[in-house]
């Protein structure tokens, strides 16, 4: 696990999304694993960019969101639907037919949702998957508990997280309780993984993912199992971290061995 500090969210997401661009060079039909929420806006602003600017074809690439909402309509300003088409879909003349989402309708959801996991391995698994991290180390809707061999389901949202994201919500407005996400064992399964994090409120949950024992507990612990996922830390998340001076001056490092 390599842990990158980064003086600023635009530091992160400029690394962020060079790699996506680098890869997306090698691969035109890159199978991208997408997140939603406040942390990965950077990198799909410098994405649209770099479409805009004619640098970046993504007529080819297939993508997978990580969770969607039940009960919300895709045109609910609220659903990550919504969220992706005004952030990125909506700007870089990707097809439809290679979006996709978890399922969060129909008769029924148990075989809706093995059929995503299908979907993902019949596109040849996600080589590049984007992730955020709750203040309780989630990651995707995978609540604290969740088993790190899940797979694709529907979540009941905690107390915690329904508290973080009730600031989207109009007061007496509904706010799902429930999502469908990627399990833990889904995500563990792409090739490569980016997590960036912002802010202090994460910094005990990035403490616990970085540093701590591998737990259900704090889900984001179990990328300790994954041999190639790089965590990007603004200083408010690392605030917690106990081998900051290490992982930089490893970073310096790496950075020499490959120049
Ligand atoms: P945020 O959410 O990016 O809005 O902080 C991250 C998450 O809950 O996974």
Not at 235 to 245: H, I, K, Q, V, Y
Request: glycine share 8%; hydrophobic share 40%; proline share 4%.
């Amino acid at each position: 696990m390599r842990v990158i500090e980064c003086s600023t969210r635009d530091e992160a997401a400029e690394l962020v999304a060079g790699e996506i661009l680098r890869a997306l060079q090698a691969k035109p039909d890159l199978v991208l694993g997408l997140a939603t929420g406040s942390t990965p806006v950077g990198v799909y602003e410098r994405l649209v960019a770099a479409h805009c600017a004619g640098d970046a074809d993504f007529s080819e690439v297939r993508t997978f969101n990580l969770d969607e909402y039940v009960g919300l309509s895709a045109l609910h300003p609220q659903s990550y639907r919504t969220f992706m088409r005004e952030h990125l879909f909506g700007s870089i003349q990707i097809q439809d037919h290679n979006v996709r989402f978890p399922p969060v309708d129909g008769f029924d959801l148990r075989a809706a949702c093995e059929q995503y996991e299908r979907a993902i391995v019949d596109a040849g698994g996600i080589d590049i998957q984007l992730l955020g991290i709750g203040s309780n180390g989630h990651i995707g809707f995978n609540e604290p508990t969740s088993s790190l061999a899940s797979r694709t389901r529907v979540k009941t949202l905690t107390d915690k997280t329904l508290g973080d994201n009730a600031r989207f919500y109009k007061e007496g407005e509904m706010q799902p309780e429930l999502a469908t996400t990627m399990g833990i064992g889904t995500i563990l399964e792409a090739k490569r993984i980016l997590l960036q994090s912002f802010g202090e409120k994460k910094a005990d949950a990035i403490h616990a993912a970085v540093e701590g024992p591998i737990s259900s507990f704090w889900p984001a612990s179990a990328l300790q199992l994954h041999p190639d996922t790089a965590i990007y830390v603004d200083a408010g998340s690392a605030a917690r971290l106990t081998m900051r001076d290490y992982y930089r001056r490893v970073e310096r490092n790496e950075r020499g061995m490959s120049s």
